[in-house]
C-alpha cells in the first residue's frame, strides 16, 4: 500500500518538485523515496510511539500534541535525508518538505483514516511490529482498538 501512496504523492507534487522548486529528476526522486524512508523510519520504528498518536496522525481529527510531536519528529528526519542523501542545501530541503510532508499526510489520512489494521498494511513488517509490541503492553486496553 505505501507504493501506491508514493506513486500518487508523485503524481500529485513531482511536477512541482521540478517546476517550481527546481529540482533535477534524480533529486525529485530521491526527495519521494526519502519521504517514504523517513515514514518507515519513524513511525515504523516503533520507539516509544504511542500507537493512538499515530492513529491520530493518519486521520482526519485534529492532532494531538503526541500526533503533533510525531510529526515534527517526521519532519526533522526528512530534512535530514533530504540534505544528507539528497544532497540538497537547507533552503530546497525546507521547501521540499513543506511541498511534500503535507501532501503525504493528507494521502495517508485519506487511505489510514484511523484504522490499525490500515495502519499495520501500510507500514508492513514494521507497522506489525509497532501494532504487536503496543497491543502487549496495553493488555485489555487494547481491546478499545479491536485489537
Not at 9 to 37: M, R, T, Y
Not at 43 to 48: A, L, N, V
Not at 74 to 89: A, F, H, I, M, R
Request: glycine share 20%.
Amino acid at each position: 500500500m505505501l507504493d501506491q501512496i508514493m506513486s500518487g504523492l508523485k503524481d500529485q507534487v513531482g511536477s512541482q518538485l521540478l517546476e517550481q522548486i527546481g529540482l533535477d529528476q534524480k533529486q525529485a526522486d530521491g526527495s519521494l523515496n526519502a519521504a517514504g524512508d523517513s515514514l518507515k523510519d519513524v513511525i515504523g520504528g516503533g520507539d516509544g510511539i504511542d500507537l493512538g498518536d499515530v492513529l491520530n496522525l493518519f486521520s482526519k481529527d485534529k492532532n494531538s500534541t503526541g500526533a503533533d510531536q510525531l510529526l515534527s519528529k517526521l519532519g526533522s528526519d526528512y530534512l535530514g535525508k533530504l540534505t544528507g542523501q539528497v544532497g540538497l542545501d537547507a533552503g530546497k530541503a525546507s521547501s521540499v518538505k513543506d511541498l511534500v510532508l503535507p501532501a503525504l499526510m493528507s494521502l495517508l489520512g485519506d487511505k489510514v483514516g484511523g484504522n490499525k489494521d490500515m495502519l499495520s498494511s501500510l507500514l508492513g513488517g514494521a507497522g506489525k511490529n509497532l501494532l504487536g509490541d503496543l497491543g502487549g503492553k496495553l493488555g485489555g486496553i487494547g481491546k478499545l482498538f479491536g485489537a
